[in-house]
Nanobody, 122 residues
């Protein structure tokens, strides 16, 4: 089993940056694909970015390409999401997830963190 904990969220102005971190417990972190999802009030949870277990492949939602960068450090059991050029529409709770299934959909993930709030003011 994997336990995940996100950090790094906060309130920032449009155009600003944040780096979200997700720390995982256990010795099996490197065997899981990792993803970031977000959920805004009144909206469904949506895919943001994913990185394969070996970090050989990354995937992004069209809405964040060029602004967000996902990375992982298997030695530290941590996955990161660097968020640049923030927009008000990026406001959401951001969740990290671990799984071995299809990486672009939430059904491909078995373990979820509690989420971290990102709020972007205009």
């Amino acid at each position: 089993q994997v336990q995940l904990g996100e950090s790094g969220g906060g309130l920032v102005q449009a155009g600003g940056s944040l780096r979200l971190s997700c720390a995982a417990s256990g010795r099996t972190f490197k065997t899981y694909n990792m993803g970031w999802f977000r959920q805004a009030p009144g909206k469904e949870r949506e895919f943001v970015a994913a990185v394969s277990k070996s970090a050989g492949s990354t995937y992004y939602a069209d809405s964040v390409k060029g602004r967000f960068t996902i990375s992982r450090d298997n030695a530290k059991n941590t996955v990161y999401l660097q968020i640049n050029s923030l927009k008000p529409e990026d406001t959401a709770v951001y969740y990290c997830a671990a799984g071995r299934g299809y990486m672009l959909r939430h059904e491909g993930y078995d373990y979820w963190g509690q989420g971290t709030q990102v709020t972007v003011s205009s």
